[in-house]
């Protein structure tokens, strides 16, 4: 069995940065895909992004070139790295874990594939 638990959430200026972290207990990252989920008030829960077991990073469009995926094996952890936060990015914000091995990396997008998640931290970015 693998917890999960997500830290980093607060409160924000817009262009602001947060670094959210979901440490992992129970079975070493290594052999997971982490991924990155919100849900903002009213929405569903969407993909933010994901970081393969190589290494590889995928990102929602609306993120690109502001978040980072990355993890470290040896803390057992991984990190999303906001940068440039926008009122839109208010959202509750959920890790996840998987060890299928997908066909195709929209596989990832989608939360019922997950068997792992985090209890969620509340990202809120003020204008």
């Known amino acids: 069995q693998v917890q999960l638990v997500e830290s980093g959430g607060g409160l924000v200026q817009a262009g602001g940065s947060l670094r959210l972290s979901c440490a992992a207990s129970?079975?070493?990252?290594?052999?997971?895909?982490m991924t990155w989920f919100r849900q903002r008030p009213g929405k569903e829960r969407e993909f933010v992004g994901t970081i393969i077991r190589n290494g590889d990073t995928y990102y929602t469009d609306s993120v690109k070139g502001r978040f980072t995926i990355s993890r470290d094996n040896a803390e057992n952890t991984a990190y999303l790295r906001m940068n440039s936060l926008k009122p839109e990015d208010t959202a509750v914000y959920y890790c996840?874990?998987?060890?299928?091995?997908?066909?195709?990396?929209?596989?990832?997008?989608?939360?019922?594939?997950?068997?792992?998640w985090g209890q969620g931290t509340q990202v809120t970015v003020s204008s």
């Open positions: 129970g079975r070493t990252l290594e052999s997971f895909i």
């Open positions: 996840a874990a998987t060890t299928s091995i997908a066909v195709n990396i929209p596989y990832y997008y989608t939360p019922s594939n997950y068997e792992y």
